[in-house]
């Protein structure tokens, strides 16, 4: 949880800045709907939601708080998505062949025919 859980804080980091770039350009006036993140860990989820310390959160870093701060500021928002919609698991992690053909499909790196072939 707790990698999954860093990986949500440099997401939120990286929307954060990029909102306010785009703010900073005059782009437009302002975003007003929460960034969605997406994380298949539904633990992590869970913890930036509620913003609570447990057993398992007690040894992280101050700086890590940041994620439940911009949820309950609606600056973003943790969602919970499927291992098998995450279409970066093609990348990191063993797959299923079907799951894995979808994926690469939908990344648009070949056609489905082309993967097995």
């Known amino acids: 949880m707790k990698v999954e859980y860093v990986a949500c804080f440099e997401a939120t980091s990286q929307a954060m800045y990029l909102k306010n770039l785009i703010y900073g350009f005059q782009i437009i006036e302002s975003i007003s709907k929460p960034l969605v993140i997406c994380c298949d860990n539904t633990a ?10 447990s057993t398992c959160s007690k040894h992280f870093d101050i700086k ?4 439940g ?12 998505t499927a291992t ?6 093609s990348l990191t992690k063993g797959l299923f062949v079907g799951v894995f053909q979808n ?13 097995l072939g």
């Open 44 to 53: 992590t989820v869970h913890l930036s939601q509620n913003n609570r310390s």
């Open 64 to 67: 890590f708080l940041f994620v």
């Open 103 to 115: 994926h690469v499909t939908h990344m648009g790196v070949v056609n489905s025919f082309d993967v």
């Open 69 to 80: 701060e911009k949820v309950l500021d609606y600056q973003t928002r943790i969602e919970h």
């Open 84 to 89: 098998e919609n995450m279409l970066a698991d």
